[in-house]
Nanobody
């Protein structure tokens, strides 16, 4: 059984930092694209960042560029989202996700991803 478990969410003041982790089990994610999504109340789930088989192959939505960093540890089958200079608009439930297999292009839609974690709440106060 494939499981993705997020951790690291919490309440932080604006300008603070959090580090999210996604620990996967039941499957080794190698050629898969690994990602972080977020969903605020009343809004659609949106891609925050993803990372491909190469550590240098990363994508960030414009609003988090320069503040968030996605990384992975293949040996631990885990990926991370370092979030710095957090803003109130970053408040959301954050989900980790992975595609079923290799992607040539950049998967940016939630429907591109097969495996999902349960979500972890990130709340940023003013």
């Amino acid at each position: 059984q494939v499981q993705l478990v997020e951790s690291g969410g919490g309440l932080v003041q604006a300008g603070g930092s959090l580090r999210l982790a996604c620990a996967a089990s039941g499957r080794t994610f190698s050629d898969n694209v690994m990602a972080w999504f977020r969903q605020a109340p009343g809004r659609d789930r949106e891609l925050v960042a993803n990372i491909g088989w190469s550590d240098t192959n990363t994508y960030y939505r414009e609003s988090v560029k320069g503040r968030f960093t996605i990384s992975k540890d293949a040996a631990k089958n885990t990926w991370y989202l370092q979030m710095n200079n957090l803003k109130p608009e970053d408040t959301a439930v954050y989900y980790c996700a992975a595609t079923f297999g290799l992607w040539i292009g950049n998967p940016v839609q939630k429907t591109d991803y097969t495996f999902w974690g349960q979500g972890t709440q990130v709340t940023v106060s003013s």
